[in-house]
């Protein structure tokens, strides 16, 4: 291996585990408001700006570090997929699509925190499902019983991505130049 792939790959070694840990402090931190938190616009940021396969390594590590502080089980794995299907989502369709409709980067930003507050709850929904299905209970049980927590999260991540957005913005410029 040459020693600039090496060091690339350190680089993004660090990388993910220095914003896997930030993101295992952001989310212990706002532990007592359930399903407030910053790290879901953090990973839809992460793979905008970077890579997808880093937002997602930096997304496992957060759930699987994080939930030995948090309580593991069965859910860590749903919690996982879940989250790498928004982020498809999120990489693949609903950035992409607010960049070629709109031009004006006031629009896009609020267009964004829109569709990143669905993804927010679009997230509760999978995971409502999926214990759903491990209790083999209605799945729309699940889902009315989780709605409070949902909207919860899709409002944390409606306010928080505008804000992660201008500490991101310089990567993200970055990137499409």
């Given amino acids: 291996m040459k020693r600039g792939n090496s060091s690339a790959v ?5 990388r993910i585990a220095m914003l896997s840990a930030l993101c295992v402090v952001l989310r212990y931190a706002f532990a007592g408001l359930p399903n407030v938190q910053p790290i879901t616009a953090v990973f839809l940021l992460l793979s905008v700006s970077w890579s997808l396969s880093e937002s997602f390594l930096t997304m496992a ?12 089980g069965p859910w860590v794995l749903w ?14 369709l609903l950035y992409p699509l ?10 896009k930003l ?29 799945w729309w049980s699940y889902i009315m019983a989780g709605l409070s927590f949902n ?22 410029y970055e990137k499409n130049q």
């Avoid at 919690?79 to 693949?92: D, E, K, S």
Wanted: aromatic content about 18%; some cysteine; proline content about 2%.
């Fill in 10 to 14: 350190l680089q993004k070694i660090s």
């Fill in 61 to 72: 590590v957060t759930m699987l570090v994080s939930s030995f502080l948090l309580g593991f």
């Fill in 79 to 92: 919690q996982i997929l879940a989250f790498g299907a928004i982020l498809v989502l999120w990489r693949y």
């Fill in 98 to 107: 607010t960049e070629t409709l709109l031009s004006e980067q006031q629009q």
């Fill in 110 to 138: 609020v267009l964004q925190s829109v569709f990143a507050g669905l993804l927010g709850a679009f997230y509760g929904c999978i995971i409502d499902f999926c214990y759903a299905l491990i209790y083999s209970m209605p």
């Fill in 151 to 172: 909207l919860a999260h899709a409002l944390s991540t409606l306010f928080f991505y505008p804000l992660l957005v201008s500490i991101f913005r310089r990567f993200i």
